[in-house]
């Protein structure tokens, strides 16, 4: 029998609350211990849409804290949404307390131009 950690059981409640359609897909926030990505899905086809993680920004952000990197992923997702005429999202946490660096994220996102 397999066990579920507290998180497993937090994101799968939060899952079953939120789904990302193709007008409004939902931005995951995995956060790891180095470093952070995040994702806008299309659940209705299972798709993702478009991705950021902190491979993808400048040396001199990587040079930051995971907080700043952070909210500098969530101005590159907002770019990248735009580019794909994404305007609103839904925001997933991922069973992680909303503070740090996916608060950072989010505002990062909402930055960026993303509506929540």
């Known amino acids: 029998?397999?066990?579920t950690t507290n998180k497993q059981s937090r994101k799968a409640?939060?899952?079953a609350k939120i789904s990302?359609?193709?007008a409004r897909p939902r931005l995951s926030v995995s956060?790891?211990?180095a470093t952070t990505l995040l994702q806008l899905?299309?659940?209705t086809l299972g798709r993702v849409l478009a991705s950021a993680?902190?491979?993808e920004l400048p040396a001199s952000e990587k040079k930051k804290t995971k907080t700043e990197r952070a909210y500098a992923l969530g101005l590159l997702i907002a770019q990248k949404a735009s580019t794909k005429g994404v305007a609103a999202v839904v925001f997933d946490r991922g069973g992680n307390a909303y503070h740090g660096r996916v608060r950072a994220a989010a505002d990062g996102a909402r930055e960026g131009g993303?509506?929540?």
Do not use: H, W
Request: proline residues 0%.
């Open 1 to 3: 029998m397999k066990q």
């Open 13 to 15: 409640r939060i899952r």
């Open 20 to 22: 990302g359609t193709a």
């Open 31 to 33: 956060r790891g211990s």
């Open 41 to 43: 899905i299309d659940d």
């Open 53 to 55: 993680s902190e491979r």
């Open 114 to 116: 993303l509506k929540f």
